[in-house]
T-cell receptor
Framework: SQQGEEDPQALSIQEGENATMNCSYK?????LQWYRQNSGRGLVHLIL?????REKHSGRLRVTLDTSKKSSSLLITASRAADTASYFC??????????FGTGTQLKVEL | DAEITQSPRHKITETGRQVTLACHQT?????MFWYRQDLGHGLRLIHY???????NKGEVSDGYSVSRSNTEDLPLTLESAASSQTSVYFC?????????????FGPGTRLTVL
């Protein structure tokens, strides 16, 4: 399967802590994206990192990409209860489509 | 503001019936996509379109069809609904020249086939 694998599948932290989730893939990519999905809602794009970039920041989000290891990580700093959601990586791998990872369920507790 | 909408939001139907899920976007995007989301499988691509009159099969296209007669709409039809098609369906669109560009998702349609 070309599907990306995300780790961990579920993560529970306290508000104010940092949350790190990882994505691994198997093919060469053009870019890698991260999306958030709140319960019962559609996916919302968070950040895109191109294959020639190693790190990118957006607000409290930091994304890294290691193409030699075929992996990416998403760091959310100073997490808030509103960050509770599922997070998916997505990448162009194996054909002209965006392939999504299996997702990490993040729960931020007060 | 531009948006992408789906209707209905919830649908219950019976095995064998034809069902059409609507997707409408006001982004004026050329690219539109249909996905299904199931526990343990993440999002899987059903069909996609890169412009009017263009349609392509995704990885799980059996039992589904789409047509693209204008830029704004990409309806998804289940020709003869099966229980295995019970799922949450998401429509998405993107405006870039590449399939790898950012996609904007609708709110989803929860379909139950009894």
């Amino acid at each position: 399967s070309q599907q990306g694998e995300e780790d961990p599948q579920a993560l529970s932290i306290q508000e104010g802590e940092n949350a790190t989730m990882n994505c691994s893939y198997k093919t060469s990519i053009n870019n890698l994206q991260w999306y958030r999905q709140n319960s019962g809602r559609g996916l919302v794009h968070l950040i895109l990192i191109r294959s020639n970039e190693r790190e990118k920041h957006s607000g409290r989000l930091r994304v890294t990409l290691d193409t030699s290891k075929k992996s990416s990580s998403l760091l959310i700093t100073a997490s808030r209860a509103a960050d509770t959601a599922s997070y998916f990586c997505a990448f162009t791998g194996g054909g002209n489509k965006l392939t999504f990872g299996t997702g990490t369920q993040l729960k931020v507790e007060l | 503001d531009a948006e992408i909408t789906q209707s209905p939001r919830h649908k219950i139907t019976e095995t064998g019936r034809q069902v059409t899920l609507a997707c409408h976007q006001t982004w004026n995007h050329n690219n539109m996509f249909w996905y299904r989301q199931d526990l343990g499988h993440g999002l899987r691509l059903i069909h996609y379109s890169y412009g009017v009159q263009d349609t392509n099969k995704g990885e799980v296209s059996d039992g589904y069809s789409v047509s693209r007669s204008n830029t704004e709409d990409l309806p998804l039809t289940l020709e003869s609904a099966a229980s295995s098609q019970t799922s949450v369906y998401f429509c998405a669109s993107s405006g870039g020249a590449s399939y790898s560009d950012t996609q904007y998702f609708g709110p989803g349609t929860r379909l139950t086939v009894l």
